[in-house]
């Protein structure tokens, strides 16, 4: 079985900064991307950030904002996020590619989300 378990959302207003973590654990085999996603309400889920081979990749809407990052074991990836601003308002979702050992193809994981309510 494989977990993603996040942490680190909550409000804040806007202008300040908050750090979402998401911790994979479980019989992982092999990662070859993490990322985060995130929902607004009414709104399909779009990608925020993601992480391949070291490579960095970020939505147009929170490039010099936010910064994804991974630990030294590369199974826990931060979301480090500046500036907030309302429309940055969503549940957040971790999510990674990966290979268990109970699967020969890597799969897509999620974790169970966290949300991010920028306001005054």
């Known amino acids: 079985q494989v977990q993603l378990v996040e942490s680190g959302g909550g409000l804040v207003q806007p202008g300040g900064s908050l750090r979402l973590s998401c911790a994979a654990s479980?019989?992982?085999?092999?990662?070859?991307?993490m990322a985060w996603y995130r929902q607004a309400p009414g709104k399909e889920r779009e990608l925020v950030a993601s992480?391949?081979?070291?490579?960095?990749n970020y939505a147009d809407s929170v490039k010099g904002r936010f910064t994804i990052s991974l630990d030294n074991a590369e199974t826990t990836v931060y979301l480090q996020m500046n500036s907030l601003k309302p429309e940055d308002t969503a549940v957040y979702y971790c999510?990674?590619?990966?290979?268990?050992?109970?699967?020969?193809?890597?799969?897509?994981?999620w974790g169970q989300g966290t949300q991010v309510t920028v306001s005054s």
């Open positions: 479980g019989s992982i085999l092999s990662i070859r991307t």
């Open positions: 992480i391949t081979s070291g490579y960095k």
């Open positions: 999510n990674s590619y990966l290979t268990s050992y109970s699967s020969y193809s890597p799969m897509n994981y």
